[in-house]
C-alpha cells in the first residue's frame, strides 16, 4: 500500500482508537425522554411544528425553518410531546428543545417509505429527499447537505470528496461504519454524485484503518468513477481544505468555499444517511457515537437515537470507570467539556470522551517564541500573534492576521510548551468578530 498523501503543518497526536475500533456496532435501546434541540445544523434555527401534549410518531417532523440554509428535525421516537423549553445545547448555551416522553410502540410515521431506486430519481428529487430527511454533515461542521447539493450556476463542480479520515484522537464511528456498512457509503455516494450531475468521487481514508480501506475498495468493484485513496496518518487531515489539498494538490482560496474550486465534500457518514433515506424513507434521527477514554467501563461505538442524553448513553456503555475529571462531546483537539451530563446527543455528537485525569492541568507561560505553533498550524497563520492580538481586544489586527481563516483544530494549543490558549482565544476572538458583524447588519 503506498505511503499516503497528505497536506503541509499539522500534528501526530497518539490516537488511543485501540480502545473502540475493533467493537462492531452495537444498537443502544432508546431512552424513556428525548430532547431535541431545535438547532443542530449551520443556519437558521427551526420552529416546533407540534405543540405540548401532541402525539407523534417515530420519524415524523417535528420543527423546520422557511430558510433555505437550515434543516428540518424529526421525532426519533413515538411519544408524546411533554414541553418545548429551553436546554443545555452540547456547543454551548441554550436553545429551544422539543422533549418527547418514548411510548415504546415505535410507530412509524406514514411518511416513512421508500423514495424509489436510485436510477428512477432525477437530481431534483435527490435534493427534496436530502433536506427534507434533515441530512446535514456527519463530520462535526453540521452544514446542510442540500446545500451543498445546489451551488450556484457559475460554480461548475467537477470532484465530489468524501470524508473517511476520522483524525482525531478516540474517534471510531466512522471506521466502523466503514469496515460493517462500506455498501451503504458507496450507494451515498452514488446518489450525492447523481445529485451534483457529475461522475467523479474520491474516498479518502486514513492509513491507520486498513480494514476500511479494504472494505470500501471492495464495495466501489464496478463503480466507474469512484475511488478510494489512502491518505497519512495526520491531524487535521480529514478538515475540509486540508483533505481537499491532501487529495487534489488545490488549494481552497482564503474566504472562500472548495466549490469555488470545482469540489465539494461530504462525510461517510452523511452519505450513508442518504441511502437511508432513499431506501427507507427514514430521515436522520440516529448515529454512530463513539463512547471511549479511560473513564468509560465499555468503550464502544453505538447507535444513538438523537435526543438521548449524554447520561443515557454513558450508562449504556457501562457508565464510569473511576471518579471522572472531564466529559467531552466530540473529539479531545475540537470537542466541548460538558458541565452537564443531561445534554442531549444531536446531529453533530461523533463522540463522547471520559477522562479521569484533565487534559489541561496546568497554567499557561509566557510565549517563549519558538514558532511550533506556526510550523504546525495546517491553515498557514501564526496563531500566537492572532491569540495577542485577541486578548489584548485588538480585533481588527486580529481579522487583518487572518483571525477567521482559523479552521479550529487545536494544533497550535497541542504542540505549545508554554501550555497557551491559543485555538481558545481565536475562538473567542471569532465569536467577537461574528457579533460585531451581525449588530451592523441587524
Known amino acids: 500500500m503506498s505511503k499516503g498523501r497528505t497536506f503541509r503543518g499539522g500534528i501526530h497526536p497518539i490516537g488511543h482508537k485501540e480502545l ?33 401534549g401532541d402525539i407523534v410518531n417515530k420519524g415524523q417532523k417535528i420543527g423546520d425553518a422557511d430558510a433555505f440554509v437550515s434543516a428540518p428535525i424529526h421525532a426519533p421516537v413515538s411519544g408524546v410531546v411533554k414541553a418545548i423549553e429551553s436546554c443545555w445545547h ?49 463530520g462535526g461542521a453540521t452544514f446542510p447537505t442540500h446545500v451543498k447539493l445546489a451551488p450556484p450556476p457559475d460554480k461548475r463542480i467537477q470532484t465530489l470528496i468524501i470524508n473517511g479520515c476520522e483524525c482525531e484522537p478516540y474517534l471510531t464511528c466512522d471506521h466502523r461504519l466503514m469496515v460493517e456498512h462500506p455498501d451503504r457509503i458507496i450507494d451515498g455516494t452514488r446518489a450525492l ?29 464496478g463503480h466507474a468513477g469512484i475511488e478510494i485513496v489512502p491518505l497519512k496518518l495526520k491531524y487535521p487531515q480529514g478538515a475540509e481544505r486540508q483533505l481537499i489539498t491532501a487529495i487534489t494538490g488545490k488549494e481552497v482560496p482564503a474566504g472562500g468555499l472548495p466549490m469555488d474550486i470545482g469540489i465539494v465534500v461530504n462525510n461517510v457518514g452523511t452519505a450513508a444517511a442518504i441511502q437511508t433515506a432513499i431506501q427507507t424513507g ?37 457508565g464510569f470507570t ?30 463522547i470522551l471520559v477522562f479521569n485525569q484533565l487534559k489541561t492541568a496546568r497554567e499557561p ?18 496563531p500566537t500573534t492572532i491569540a495577542r492580538y485577541v486578548d489584548g481586544g485588538k480585533l481588527n489586527e486580529a481579522v487583518r492576521w487572518g483571525l477567521l481563516n482559523c479552521i479550529e483544530c487545536g494544533s497550535c494549543s497541542y504542540v505549545c510548551p508554554a501550555n497557551r490558549f491559543l485555538v481558545q482565544s481565536i475562538k473567542l476572538g471569532k465569536q467577537e468578530v461574528q457579533a460585531e458583524r451581525h449588530k451592523k447588519t441587524s
Open 20 to 52: 473502540s475500533a475493533t467493537k462492531a456496532i452495537k444498537v443502544m435501546t432508546p431512552p424513556a425522554e428525548v430532547i431535541i434541540p431545535l438547532k443542530q445544523h449551520v443556519g437558521a434555527c427551526c420552529k416546533p411544528l407540534v405543540k405540548k
Open 90 to 138: 452540547p456547543a454551548g448555551g441554550k436553545v429551544q428543545a422539543i422533549v418527547i416522553e418514548n411510548d415504546n410502540e415505535e410507530r412509524l410515521d406514514p411518511s416513512i417509505t421508500p423514495k424509489g431506486e436510485l436510477d428512477q430519481l432525477d437530481a431534483d428529487a435527490i435534493k427534496t429527499i436530502v433536506r427534507e430527511a434533515g441530512i446535514v454533515g456527519l
Open 193 to 221: 454524485l447523481k445529485a451534483l450531475g457529475i461522475s467523479k468521487a474520491i474516498i479518502g481514508i486514513e492509513l491507520n484503518k486498513p480494514d476500511a480501506i479494504e472494505a470500501m475498495q471492495r464495495a466501489a468493484v
Open 282 to 318: 427514514m430521515p436522520l434521527i440516529e448515529r454512530i457515537v463513539t463512547v471511549s477514554g479511560e473513564g468509560v467501563k465499555e468503550p464502544q461505538n453505538l447507535l444513538v437515537r438523537v435526543g438521548s442524553r449524554c447520561s443515557d448513553v454513558l450508562e449504556a456503555a457501562g
Open 322 to 351: 473511576g471518579t471522572p475529571k472531564q466529559v467531552i462531546i466530540g473529539g479531545p483537539l475540537t470537542g466541548t467539556t460538558q458541565f452537564d451530563l443531561s445534554v442531549p446527543v444531536t446531529k453533530c455528537t461523533s463522540g
Open 365 to 382: 507561560d509566557p510565549c517563549i517564541r519558538c514558532g511550533r505553533c506556526v510550523d504546525v498550524c495546517p491553515a498557514f497563520l501564526v
